[in-house]
């Protein structure tokens, strides 16, 4: 390629862009472990369940964690170069993350609680569960796995953004 052509790799990678992209495909996995997890419940395995909802938890903690330190290192992204269309999208997505962590932390307290129970334990010296407590801690979750599922949509979307305002 000669001088003032762009080839197909002429953008580079953004710090922040580098940051998103790797944020996103942790909400993917995050995703797909709490559809695995789903799936456990629904097959009566409870323990893989427990797992595999708690290492989806724990991809979320991370996440929080992660975006403290690039908050820090890096700051905000600058709204200013994006479009009306673009920030709507944007906060579309961070709505979905706050119902996905409101849910989601009522799903977790739940389940913690059932986990002390026979629900989660064959033992019988545990006392039962009370009366529509499985039903409640999986209609929390269903609506924290929907928003997760949502803001990975968005999530993708925002990017898919980000991508083209850096001609990547």
């Given amino acids: 390629m000669g001088p003032g052509r762009r080839g197909r790799y002429a953008g580079s990678m953004d710090p922040k862009l580098a940051y998103w992209t790797g944020a996103t495909l942790n909400m ?3 995703v797909l472990l709490a559809f695995a997890g789903i799936r456990g419940a629904r097959g009566g395995k409870v323990a893989r369940h427990r797992r595999l909802m ?7 903690v991370a996440f929080v964690l992660s ?6 290192a890096l700051g905000r ?3 200013e170069t994006w479009s009306s269309g673009a920030i709507w999208t944007l906060r579309f997505h961070e709505a979905c993350i706050l119902v996905m962590l409101t849910s989601g932390g009522l799903t977790l307290k739940k389940g913690l609680a059932l986990s002390r129970t026979r629900a989660a334990n064959k033992d019988s010296n545990l006392p039962s569960p ?3 407590e499985i039903e409640r801690h999986g209609r929390s979750g269903r609506i924290a796995v929907y928003a997760a599922s949502l803001g990975l949509l968005s999530a993708c979307a925002v990017l898919a953004g980000m991508y083209q305002r850096a001609a990547l």
């Fill in 67 to 72: 975006y403290a330190l690039k908050l820090l």
């Fill in 28 to 30: 993917a996995t995050l």
């Fill in 77 to 79: 992204e600058d709204l």
């Fill in 130 to 132: 009370l009366p529509g």
């Fill in 54 to 60: 708690l290492l989806a938890a724990s991809l979320v």
